[in-house]
């Protein structure tokens, strides 16, 4: 069930998909992520883009749906990228020692 901390919005344009969560993703809000990445990987993607901009929290149990989510694109050979969000997310991405073994980058200026 949705917590009002928190909302998903995913985008599909052919065989690419864009998910992008909002609020707090935390051990509460995770199913629903988890969820929406596993329908988008079910059905067939080419490439997947997890868009972080506008998320306020993340505790480890979002990092380990990054890193499982990340492992699934290297044996299933889908393009993963993943578009930093606040200063307080990047931060958890260097303390945690996964900002160079995730595919991080910055979301392009038009989207």
Not at 20 to 29: R, Y
Not at 53 to 64: E, H, I, P, V
Not at 73 to 99: C, M, N, P, Y
């Amino acid at each position: 069930m949705p917590t009002p901390s928190f909302a998903l919005e995913v985008l599909r344009d052919g065989a690419n998909a864009r998910i992008a969560p909002a609020g707090e993703l935390d051990i509460a809000t995770a199913p629903e992520f988890e969820q929406a990445i596993a329908e988008v990987t079910r059905a067939g993607t080419a490439e997947l883009v997890l868009d972080l901009r506008a998320l306020t929290f993340m505790d480890s149990t979002g990092l380990r749906m990054l890193v499982q989510t990340n492992a699934q694109a290297t044996e299933h050979g889908f393009e993963l990228s993943i578009w930093r969000g606040s200063r307080q997310i990047d931060k958890l991405f260097a303390v945690s020692g996964l900002e160079d073994h995730l595919p991080l980058a910055d979301a392009p200026a038009d989207a």
